[in-house]
């Protein structure tokens, strides 16, 4: 993601495109977004490890994948980066990250890195009202329902290939031997 995020800052500033989501000739509203941006890594790192080991592995490699106790520590690690995001929100007292007119990097990077984990029902925003709160107002933004709508889409596949198409592969290979 980090890369990402400084290619997004690059292609803005070299082609001028002053917006709202990175306003790079304000400063200070640049200095703002790069100081919410802190737990993007841990947060990225986290969810990943949940999402690998609560989704992925069993879907497939089978089984459980992880103990339950393993599963919920890194549900654990989640919600406590998430805590981290609650707290921000209560402090700016705002509908995004950094203000409430307009979405920035932060929240599509944040949103960007939360989805699967809550879409696939690995992680619960129940516990945090105002991060809840601010995944379905950013989830409303329609650059962001269009990604969603294309990784849904995508997503069934790979639960298709992991369900279906695989345990027949696995079984054709199995008899072979």
């Known amino acids: 993601m980090g890369d990402s995020l400084k290619i997004c800052k690059y292609l803005v500033e070299v082609n001028e495109l002053e917006n709202p989501v990175y306003p790079y000739k304000d ?38 994948g992880i103990s339950q106790e393993e599963f919920l520590q890194k549900q654990k690690d989640v919600q406590d980066v998430y805590q981290n995001l609650e707290d921000m929100l209560a402090e700016s007292e705002t509908k995004f990250f950094c203000g409430d007119d307009n979405a920035t990097l932060v929240d599509f ?33 329609e650059s962001i329902r269009a990604i969603r709508a294309r990784t ?26």
Request: glycine share 4%; proline share 3%.
């Open 109 to 141: 990077y944040y949103f960007n890195i939360m989805y699967h984990a809550v879409d696939k029902d690995l992680i619960s925003l129940d516990d945090f009202p105002l991060l809840h709160k601010w995944f379905q107002e950013v989830s409303q933004i």
């Open 152 to 177: 849904t889409r995508l997503m069934r596949l790979v639960h298709i290939y992991g369900n279906y198409i695989k345990p027949v592969i696995d079984c054709v290979l199995c008899k072979r031997r």
């Open 27 to 64: 400063s200070k509203a640049c200095e703002e977004i790069e100081a919410k941006l802190k737990y993007v890594d841990d947060m990225e790192a986290k969810t990943r490890f949940l999402l690998r080991d609560g989704y992925f592995n069993p879907l497939f490699f089978g089984g459980v």
